[in-house]
């Protein structure tokens, strides 16, 4: 039922900032919380950032959060990933998927039902 659409990736140097945004269809009450991935070339999917809709609060993975943002605007059923500062080791495919499992406090894959098709993020050295 729920439909995720990516945009806003592209190719850029190091240094330089993108805006990824993630369109949902709807901001139900079933869905909890929305998430960034990114898939690397060569390495497996890992969580970027994720946020839940009811309250705004987020998580990031590692040390992430000194350069990215993940955001939401409910008016525009749109959740927002701020990327400044972008290294060549931020390159990939990158995802945003929601999960309606109430628990989901952290960008983990099995945890979320719905997926976008991905946006390439490309940064030259």
């Known amino acids: 039922q729920l439909q995720l659409a990516e945009s806003g990736g592209g190719l850029v140097h190091a240094g330089e900032s993108l805006r990824l945004s993630c369109e949902a269809s709807t901001f139900s009450s079933t869905n909890y919380a929305i998430a960034w991935f990114r898939q690397a070339p060569g390495k497996e999917r890992q969580g970027v950032a994720l946020?839940?809709?009811?309250?705004?609060?987020?998580k990031y993975a590692g040390s992430l959060e000194d350069r990215f943002t993940i955001s939401r605007d409910a008016t525009k059923n749109t959740v927002y990933l701020q990327m400044n500062a972008l290294r060549p080791g931020d390159t990939g495919v990158y995802y945003c998927?929601?999960?309606?499992?109430?628990?989901?406090?952290?960008?983990?894959?099995?945890?979320?039902?719905?997926w976008g098709q991905g946006t390439q993020v490309t940064v030259s050295s």
């Open positions: 998927a929601a999960s309606s499992y109430s628990y989901t406090l952290y960008p983990i894959e099995a945890y979320f039902d719905f």
């Open positions: 946020i839940r809709l009811q309250d705004a609060s987020t």
